[in-house]
């Protein structure tokens, strides 16, 4: 089995910072591609960042500039670094993994979530 752990939520001030970090553990062979969707109150899910084995990122046009994801193949992690953030960044931020397991199979994992909130 696998599991996608998210750590680092909180609340913070206007214009502060917070870091994000998604551990997967369990039966893994590769990880494709990592990435951050969060959902806001009564809001749909939208995706935030996302980053491929190689490093190759893309970001969601509210958040560019502000914030960095990036990971470390060899722990299975995936982080975000967010910076200047705004009220409207208030929401629940999930962890997301293509993962290939021992049985070569690939699937989508999806972490529990974990709550940022922005309030002054």
């Known amino acids: 089995q696998v599991q996608l752990v998210e750590s680092g939520g909180g609340v913070v001030q206007p214009g502060g910072s917070l870091s994000l970090s998604c551990v997967a553990s369990?039966?893994?062979?590769?990880?494709?591609?990592m990435g951050w969707y969060r959902q806001a109150p009564g809001k749909e899910r939208e995706l935030v960042a996302t980053i491929t084995t190689r490093g190759i990122t893309t970001y969601v046009d509210s958040v560019k500039g502000r914030f960095t994801i990036s990971r470390d193949n060899a722990k299975n992690t995936v982080y975000l670094q967010m910076d200047s953030l705004k009220p409207e960044d208030t929401a629940v931020y999930y962890c997301?993994?293509?993962?290939?397991?021992?049985?070569?199979?690939?699937?989508?994992?999806w972490g529990k979530g974990t709550l940022v909130t922005v309030s002054s």
């Open positions: 997301n993994a293509d993962i290939i397991g021992v049985n070569y199979v690939v699937i989508t994992y």
């Open positions: 369990g039966s893994i062979f590769s990880i494709n591609v």
